[in-house]
């Protein structure tokens, strides 16, 4: 059934508002409208210095971040290299769900249609996904300022804590993340609207395209009030996954399962667990779901308890919790996934912003440090005394920090007080003991 809401603000005209199943398009003040359409057109070029950077006839090199997820992919027999088959049916996509690789499967298909030659088509494809990621991008920026507009928060925080940031100038064009980051903002709009069905529909498209808006699911059935209702929001969120994902199984079980696990094969990468444990030491999967699932417990438990003046700021502090989570306990952590904390950065603004700058500096120095570890120094860039790792692991330890900021502000604040007034405090020499002159 087609929902429609027309609600009409005051005779100044300073808010109209349609939602279309629960989506709501806002018409503001010619203020308001002036800052979305700088805000748009400031992330559009970087989008685009963005696409330069990576773009093939443009960059020359197969090192740091002239080379991307989506141009790699490209190469994958069964895409451009060799004949052109179905992704999960004809052979194994390699760690992805399923909306990528009908993204992958369609552009490069139409790319091929243009020139057979897979040294030109590539470049078509290039083309057709960077404007597939930068519309999911711009949609991302876009519900981000509505519903910083309809919880009264504000939106020049856009721009310091997600237009600069660090990881959004370099990976927004990288890998598929944004679009799972959009469907996911996507449903915290609805939860704010109380449509959590339709949050759930999207968290079911997102986990399509990434696993890790999963972790959102549990902040939305925690808004509904009877198990039967959460229940009825996890079993959405399960049939879209599961609908997209049943034909591919059906037509091909064994190369599909073989696509669904492949990163597990691959073990421990760009993740604090390398340091104490072995790539391939199960035990290192335990102890990261371990610490996830600990952190999920901590931060719904501690949001429960606390106060807020209004019901969407512990919707967003639970988004940010479950993220970091998910950052801190996997076993597999790429800079690009990092994107998934912008939005919330946003919309948690009692998160210092020298926080997110230290953690995006050390985020985005890990592809340059894992080719310098492999080019400069001859080393394995996965083992544990790679300047990458470590890198990655720093970061991290911010993300805790921030964690902790989150549930424990003020402890965290006095603590954080304490060790740099200590540092401050200078050192006097212990005062020389007086002897006296013997008569």
Not at 185 to 199: E, G
Not at 274 to 279: A, G, H, K, M
């Amino acid at each position: 059934m087609v929902s429609m809401i027309n609600l009409i603000g005051d005779q100044k005209g300073r808010v109209e508002r349609k939602a279309f199943f629960g989506v709501g398009v806002m018409t503001t003040n010619s203020v308001a409208s002036k800052r979305l359409t700088e805000i748009l057109l400031a992330s559009g070029a970087i989008l685009f210095i963005n696409w330069m950077q990576h773009f093939p006839p443009l960059v020359q090199s197969n090192i740091s971040y002239a080379t991307t997820d989506v141009l790699v992919v490209f190469w994958w027999k069964g895409i451009g290299s060799g004949v052109h088959l179905i992704p999960y049916v004809q052979f194994a996509f390699g760690a992805y769900p399923v909306i990528i690789g009908f993204l992958v499967y369609a552009t490069s298909t139409l790319a091929l249609m243009i020139s057979s030659n897979p040294f030109v088509a590539v470049d078509y494809y290039v083309v057709f996904m960077d404007i597939v990621l930068a519309a999911f991008t711009l949609g991302t920026v876009y519900y981000v300022f509505r519903i910083c507009e309809v919880v009264h928060k504000e939106t020049s925080r856009i721009w310091k804590a997600f237009l600069v940031a660090p990881t959004f100038l370099l990976y927004p064009l990288f890998n598929w993340d944004m679009i799972a980051i959009f469907f996911t903002v996507l449903a915290v709009w609805y939860t704010i609207h109380h449509h959590n069905r339709y949050a759930a529909l999207s968290l079911g498209l997102g986990i399509a395209t990434k696993l890790y808006p999963a972790m959102i699911l549990p902040v939305v059935m925690a808004e509904e009030k009877t198990w039967k209702e959460r229940l009825i929001v996890f079993g959405i969120a399960a049939l879209v996954y599961g609908l997209l994902n049943a034909p591919l199984s059906l037509l091909n079980f064994s190369t599909w399962s073989r696509s669904a696990t492949s990163n597990v094969r691959e073990g421990l990468e760009i993740t604090w667990l390398i340091l104490f444990f072995n790539r391939f030491d199960k035990t290192a999967y335990l102890v990261g779901f371990g610490v996830m699932f600990y952190l999920v417990y901590k931060g719904l438990i501690e949001t429960k308890r606390k106060k807020y003046l209004q019901a969407s700021d512990r919707i967003f502090e639970r988004c940010i919790l479950m993220n970091l989570a998910w950052l801190i306990g996997a076993y597999i952590v790429p800079p690009q996934m990092a994107l998934m904390l912008l939005p919330f950065y946003v919309l948690v603004p009692q998160i210092p912003l020298a926080l997110i700058y230290l953690e995006g500096i050390f985020n985005v120095l890990i592809i340059p440090l894992y080719a310098y570890t492999v080019v400069s120094l001859h080393m394995d860039a996965r083992t544990a005394a790679s300047p990458a790792q470590w890198s990655a692991a720093i970061r991290q330890l911010i993300w805790l920090i921030i964690f902790i900021y989150i549930i424990y502000p003020k402890q965290t604040t006095n603590v954080a007080s304490r060790f740099l007034n200590a540092l401050r405090q200078p050192k006097h020499p212990a005062p020389m003991k007086q002897t006296r002159n013997p008569p």
